[in-house]
């Protein structure tokens, strides 16, 4: 069968991606082995920028890294399955497209937030240049924009494409025909729970990653740290995982444990949007830890881009509701009637 063009273009996009994020779990594995070792020697040597990197940041770019490699590996295999026709591999493909439309959007609007806010030049600049750094600010942010637009256009992009009927003809090669249409399975599951149920696993393990890094956490304005932040992230994360398998499996539990963990992650929205203040804590905290510089956004700004972030999760969670409401009638079992 020949394959369309817009499924060839796709899977070279992809491919390019893969490559990018192979390339970005080399970068973070050598940095993980030797930068450590470098800032130390620059630090003793007094040149400049050369405190020593925090203890846990060995094992964090490891942790970076095996996420991009294992990125990488499955944006190949997509590959292959694109080229193959692959029904599983069309919905790999929208998942992921789901995946970067969604950082790219929210990426997108971060930029224009901080792009919005007035930033000071920070210490040391003069203030004959406050215009080149002006300059440079909405350059760098342009630029930026850009880049996150055709990230969050290209997700789109295949989340539309891959769902025309056409499209979805061309990947049923491997179902069983008879009489010369396509047969498919009576229990089909909603492309949109697909993507959902493999987000939910994905972001069960990002929440794994995070438990075993030594940064605080807020639970309704509750600061967590140490065994206690650890042992909540890993209840929420099991939760999700819970939530994903049982919307892949089409189980009604499933559908209500989603609505249950929207409905907190709703209120935790609200909450920290009325105490943005709280979150602006946790982010000096965490870069301190990190060997960071302070942000260069005054508290107010701070506030309107913690703020703003939290709108858009919260917009993005009851997206969720909706589509598990729109949907519900997936998670109804059949009713055998008597013979």
């Not at 215009?131 to 789109?156: L, P, R």
């Not at 794994?208 to 929420?236: C, E, H, R, S, T």
């Not at 609505?259 to 709280?278: E, K, N, W």
């Amino acid at each position: 069968m020949k394959r369309p063009v817009g499924v060839v273009v796709a899977a070279v996009l992809l491919l390019f991606g893969s490559l990018f994020q192979l390339l970005m779990a080399a970068v973070m594995a050598l940095s993980g082995a030797f930068m450590p070792m470098a800032a130390v020697a620059g630090g003793a040597s007094g040149a400049p920028g050369g405190a020593p990197m925090p203890g846990f940041m060995h094992g964090f770019m490891f942790a970076i890294s095996a996420v991009c490699l294992a990125l990488a590996v499955w944006g190949i295999v997509t590959t292959v399955g694109l080229f193959r026709l692959r029904r599983w591999a069309r919905y790999s493909v929208l998942v992921i497209g789901g995946i970067i439309a969604v950082i790219g959007g929210f990426s997108m609007l971060t930029s224009l937030i901080i792009l919005a806010i007035p930033m000071t030049p920070t210490a040391g600049v003069d203030a004959s240049d406050a215009s080149t750094f002006a300059a440079m600010k909405y350059v760098i942010f342009a630029v930026s924009e850009i880049m996150y637009g055709i990230m969050t256009g290209v997700g789109v992009w295949w989340l539309v494409y891959f769902n025309r009927k056409g499209v979805r003809d061309v990947f049923q090669g491997g179902a069983a025909v008879e009489g010369g249409t396509v047969e498919t399975a009576k229990s089909k599951r909603p492309v949109a729970i697909t993507v959902l149920a493999v987000l939910e696993i994905f972001g069960a393990g990002c929440c794994v990653m995070v438990a075993l890094l030594p940064f605080p956490a807020i639970f309704f304005g509750i600061p967590l740290d140490g065994w206690q932040k650890a042992v909540f992230l890993l209840l929420f994360a099991t939760a999700q995982a819970a939530m994903g398998v049982g919307l892949w499996r089409l189980a009604e539990w499933g559908r209500r444990l989603g609505m249950l963990l929207m409905a907190f992650g709703i209120a935790q929205c609200v909450f920290s949007m009325l105490r943005p203040s709280q979150f602006a804590s946790v982010t000096a905290e965490f870069n301190q830890k990190m060997g960071l510089p302070a942000s260069p956004l005054p508290a107010q700004a701070q506030n309107i881009m913690f703020v703003s972030m939290f709108g858009f999760s919260l917009l993005f969670c009851f997206a969720i509701v909706a589509v598990l409401i729109y949907y519900r009638s997936a998670f109804e079992k059949p009713v055998e009637l008597a013979a």
